[in-house]
């Protein structure tokens, strides 16, 4: 008999307390009565479901200065609702316990059940529990209230007084909030309890926490699957039955069981067995095997009592790091794998997402050629991993660690307690190959930020709980443990003016390179606080689109010459816009590209991006002409042929080799003689034909001898009132003006 669990997700109400005296008051307290006020005016605000306060109360959530008032001082949330079965005599007979579980609360929460004290909380994507069988009431409504604060951070490192966007101490573990470099809008700082509240009766025996699975290959292609459940049991120690079936996930054919009679303690206990499978089918991403799935059945009965039972999906697959002065290589399933990524954080409020978001931003970056993912600066829904998983999406997980932090050691401990809650909320998702302890950590007087705590520790946690996995101690940092770099020439960097510099330079493995551009005008023009800042920009939206097309292009180029020799991979900064003003993606807030005119970020992934690539060095004379296949198949006996077209349309000059493309490579075919004119160089089309004649893979350029300017005044105003970049001043001269 399965037990069902009770939704407590409807019906909550809430209160500000903007006097924080919301303790002193007694607002957890049955009988409190707000100033002597009738029940009829209640001040406390019933709230349609449970979402980002932001979400629910604010008129623009994505920004406005009112947003940074829902931080100031705490909210209390109130519900009443009846016990299990309704609270009759039977229930308590029936069940033994009752579970309350929080599925996500951002960021610190108190709770209290019927005036009783239930403990802490702090974070924003670990679900937490707490068990409540003897307190619930029987025969009367249950109260259940929770404080909730996310405050702003006020701690100024001494120096820094003067500086608005890298001042802050980041007491809080949650990442981006008050980026204020037009990131997300400076006031915008995420707080509620966002996921389902349940309750969730139980026997004697009752699960801890979800299972854990673990997996080695051998040398001979059999795999060892090795499955870990923390259960609790009430009372004394008990004669019990333990089960454990793998099935493939696929079609839920059974290749391995295991059945076991065994004694449990009272108290924890770990529940745990070893299956052997022979020639599994591994997870891979999709342009190489495929994801291919396993699931874990479990189920531990005593005898009497319904089973308790719980599944976990999971992938088998080996993932190690080869790390070096030279390279920074992952290597999957025994073979390197030239990562083709993009950053990903696709909305301020991850209470605003769903599975229908997700997919359609997944399947998106598949079509564009992008087979890896890396969650920047914060934690995702479960959903986005599971899809991960089924797509095929290799995904690199940063922690929420940002910039600048304090290193005493209370933060020390608790970010390390964070940093394991993800660990183990996540480690079974075989799509995840990398654990990122901290993002572009800044110098401290005490130390490089990256060797000062709580790197190393958090380092050591990730090593210890999961040595599956390799880690990146701090993003964009060069030393022993870490090895990848960010590279924002001709765009954020702001003495290096054009991204043709980085010619001639080589990067091991890049995680952040982009260009901000806004949205189409018509689009922006649906906020009106953002048209209003970009007044000078929106006519000339085009121009903006086709300068990130170009930066985006030469990019992804650049480092597929030089796969392996040194670069891994890169992962173009970022997919899609987090809020409607923040205009990092490649598609706007609204789920659409970025392509008025002839620009945009997608078309250069659609051209230069896919796993099978064929690409010219149009700088060069001659124009070297490049294969990369990034698949493991042998592709075979290849033609590559080219056309150029001249300022009028007409044929200024074509050409064709002859190229072996084996597996997971990358081969110089050979030069083209291009014009050195640019009126009779305009456009370069380039084709891979197969052995068959079939074409395999394309790419174009435009206006190959001429690259457009850095937009001028960009970066440098930004409004941090909205956040949102200005580019540049009224009256600046136009960007058509290419010197």
């Known amino acids: ?109 108190d709770v209290w059940l019927n005036e009783e004290y239930l403990g802490a909380h702090e974070g924003y994507f670990e679900p937490f529990e707490f068990e409540v069988g003897s307190l619930l009431l029987k025969q009367a409504p249950n109260l259940l209230v929770v404080k909730v604060s996310s405050p702003w951070d006020t701690d100024v490192p001494p120096g820094l ?14 990442g981006t909030y008050e980026h204020a470099d037009t990131f997300i809008q400076r006031d915008v700082n995420p707080v509620g309890i966002w996921k389902p509240v349940s309750l969730i009766p139980h026997g004697s025996l009752r699960p801890a926490t979800r299972p854990t699975v673990d997996t080695s290959v051998g040398e001979d292609g059999s795999a060892d699957v090795s499955v870990s459940w923390p259960v609790v049991l009430e009372g004394a120690a008990r004669d019990a039955e333990f089960t454990l079936r793998i099935v493939s996930d696929h079609d839920g054919h059974e290749i391995g069981f295991v059945h076991e009679r065994l004694a449990l303690v009272g108290g924890g206990s770990v529940l745990s067995a070893s299956v052997s499978i022979d020639q599994p089918r591994l997870w891979s991403s999709w342009d190489r095997d495929g994801p291919h799935l396993y699931r874990a059945e479990l189920c531990a ?66 079509s564009a050629g992008v087979n890896a993912v ?35 050691e209370g933060f020390c401990r608790r970010a390390v307690s964070l940093f394991v809650g993800m660990v183990r909320k996540l480690r079974n998702h075989p799509c995840i190959i990398c654990w990122i ?67 001639g330079t080589t990067e091991k493995l890049n995680t952040e390179f982009g260009f901000d551009a806004p949205p189409a005008a018509e689009r922006a023009r649906a906020v009106p606080e953002i048209a209003a800042r970009l007044e000078a920009v929106l006519p000339r939206v085009a121009e903006i689109h086709d300068y990130q097309y170009h930066l985006t292009k030469y990019f992804i180029e650049h480092y597929r010459r030089q796969k392996y020799d040194p670069c891994a991979g890169y992962f173009q900064f970022m997919w899609i816009d987090l809020s409607p003003q923040s205009f990092y993606g490649i598609y706007d807030w609204w789920g659409l590209p970025k392509s008025d005119g002839i620009g945009g970020g997608l078309r250069a992934l659609e051209e230069s991006n896919q796993p099978l690539a064929v690409l010219m060095d149009c700088e060069a004379r001659p124009a070297p002409v490049w294969v990369v296949n990034d698949t493991l198949d042998d592709v075979g006996e290849c033609r590559v042929a080219w056309t150029v077209l001249d300022a009028r349309g007409g044929l200024a000059g074509s050409g064709s080799l002859t190229v072996a493309v084996g597996p997971d490579c990358r081969v110089r075919a050979g030069e083209a003689n291009l014009p050195t004119n640019a009126e009779d160089c305009s456009e370069i089309t380039l084709a891979l034909y197969g052995p068959t004649g079939t074409i395999l893979a394309q790419n174009r350029y435009r206006d190959p001898l001429t690259q457009p300017p850095h937009p001028e005044g960009h970066p440098q105003r930004m409004d941090h009132e909205l956040g949102v970049r200005l580019y540049w001043a009224q009256g600046s001269r136009s960007l058509t003006n290419r010197s």
């Open 1 to 109: 008999m399965s037990v069902r669990a009770v939704d407590l997700s409807d019906g909550w109400q809430v209160i500000q307390d903007v006097h924080d005296l919301g303790d002193e008051l007694g607002f957890y307290r049955l009988d409190w009565d707000p100033y002597g006020i009738d029940a009829a005016v209640s001040p406390w605000q019933p709230i349609p479901r449970l979402a980002h306060l932001q979400l629910l109360l604010a008129r623009r959530p994505y920004s406005g200065r009112e947003l940074r008032t829902f931080n100031q001082h705490p909210w209390w949330y109130r519900l009443e609702f009846e016990s299990p079965d309704g609270g009759s005599e039977g229930a308590t007979r029936r069940f033994r316990g009752v579970t309350l579980r929080f599925g996500g609360v951002d960021y610190f929460a």
């Open 301 to 366: 009965e005593l005898l009497g009592q319904a089973p308790v039972c719980t599944s976990a999906t999971f992938g088998i697959r080996t993932i190690e790091l080869r790390r070096t002065e030279r390279e920074t290589t992952f290597i999957l399933n025994g073979h390197p794998i030239f990562l083709r990524g993009a950053n990903y954080f696709p909305d301020v409020y991850l209470s605003a997402l769903d599975r229908a978001r997700y997919e359609r931003d997944l399947k998106n970056m598949v």
């Open 161 to 174: 007084e003067g500086k608005r966007t890298f001042a802050v101490d980041r007491n809080l573990i949650k």
């Open 374 to 408: 890396r969650v920047h600066v914060h934690v995702e829904n479960d959903e986005f991993y599971e899809l991960c998983d089924r797509l095929g999406l290799v995904v690199i997980q940063d922690f929420d660690l940002n910039w600048r932090f304090p290193t005493n």
């Open 437 to 503: 302890c901290q993002n572009e950590p800044m110098e401290r007087a005490d130390g490089p930020m990256h060797a000062v705590s709580p790197g190393p520790q958090l380092e050591e946690a990730a090593l210890r709980l999961d040595p599956s996995r390799p880690v990146i101690r701090s993003s964009d940092v060069d030393d022993a443990s870490s090895g990848d770099s960010h590279n924002w020439s001709g765009a954020l960097d702001r003495k290096v003016r054009h991204y043709q510099s980085i010619r």
